[in-house]
């Protein structure tokens, strides 16, 4: 029986991709400060902003990867996660809410926990470029969320 | 993720992020974090687990709520109902897939050096696990 403990993902995908023959370990990001920003107000008087890694599950989102807006309502039927590196062979991202949970934020804001989901959700690309991330991606979710007015955000990547 | 939850807490948008690997998260140095204790893929809770996707949904806002300062982690008790045997058969490297992987490697760079040449200036940050 196996116990529980952290799944050492930084080495795993380290050593899965040496075992691919690949010779230059990825870097990941790591700084030694963090910023925090205090929530403005009351969360009972906040728009909330989910951001995904999935994308849009349509020709586009498909084909490419990039920072995308998608109607909240009605909730999407499926995801485009193909892409990315979730656990296949034990799971799957049939259901949306164990991900994009839309429905249940919604549920969640009717019953006055928090005022409103934003009328968009966004998606953004988990990317070998942390350059790509931080310079375009980052500031293309930024400038969604000041477009819906959305004051605390929920991401959720997979 | 943690990249863009940092720009967002850098230009006053409050952030929480639910996710399942936190070493990686914890690396990079976020606002808030939730770490839920699954297989990645589903960070609210296994597929129809509907009361679990619900109770962390709240949880993660009781976080965005609750949190003090930068770096706060907390942690939920669920587990994966399925037992724990994923944790070790995550990127799995031994004897059984060291050819195959090797293999594969060989045809995800040549893959690569087709899209560079097609101009596509995008790689994702991991795949094939």
């Known amino acids: ?158 | 993720m943690s990249l863009v939850s940092r720009h967002l807490e850098e230009n006053g948008i409050p952030t929480v992020i639910i996710g399942s690997a936190l070493d990686v998260v914890e690396h990079c140095g976020v606002a808030r974090y939730l770490h839920t204790d699954f297989p990645l893929g589903n960070p609210f809770g296994a597929p129809g687990d509907i009361l679990s996707q619900i109770g962390l949904v709240r949880r993660a806002l009781k976080l965005l709520e609750e949190a003090e300062g930068p770096n706060t982690t907390w942690r939920t008790s669920l587990g994966w109902r399925g037992g724990d045997e994923w944790r070790d058969d995550y990127a799995k490297v031994d004897d059984s897939n060291r050819e195959e992987l090797r293999l594969r490697g060989e045809k995800r760079r040549q893959r690569q050096i087709a899209a560079k040449a097609s101009g596509e200036t995008r790689a994702p940050m991991i795949s094939e696990a």
Request: hydrophobic fraction near 30%.
């Open chain 1, 1 to 158: 029986m196996t116990e529980k403990y952290d799944v050492p993902y930084m080495r795993r995908t380290r050593d899965f991709y040496r075992a691919q023959g690949y010779e230059k370990d990825y870097v990941w990001a790591h700084h030694d400060e963090t910023p925090f920003a205090p929530p403005p107000k009351s969360l009972r008087e906040c728009r909330l902003g989910l951001i995904t890694t999935a994308m849009p599950d349509t020709v586009e989102g498909r084909a490419k990867r990039q920072v995308y807006a998608s109607m909240t309502t009605p909730t999407p039927h499926s995801m485009y996660t193909d892409e990315l590196s979730w656990h296949k062979s034990v799971t799957h991202t049939g259901d949306l809410g164990s991900f994009l949970p839309l429905d249940h934020l919604r549920s969640t804001a009717r019953a006055g926990v928090f005022e409103s989901l934003s009328g968009r959700f966004y998606s953004v690309p988990t990317e070998y470029s942390k350059r790509n991330t931080a310079e375009k991606d980052a500031p293309g979710i930024l400038k969604l969320c000041r477009e819906d007015h959305v004051d605390v955000a929920m991401l959720v990547p997979l």
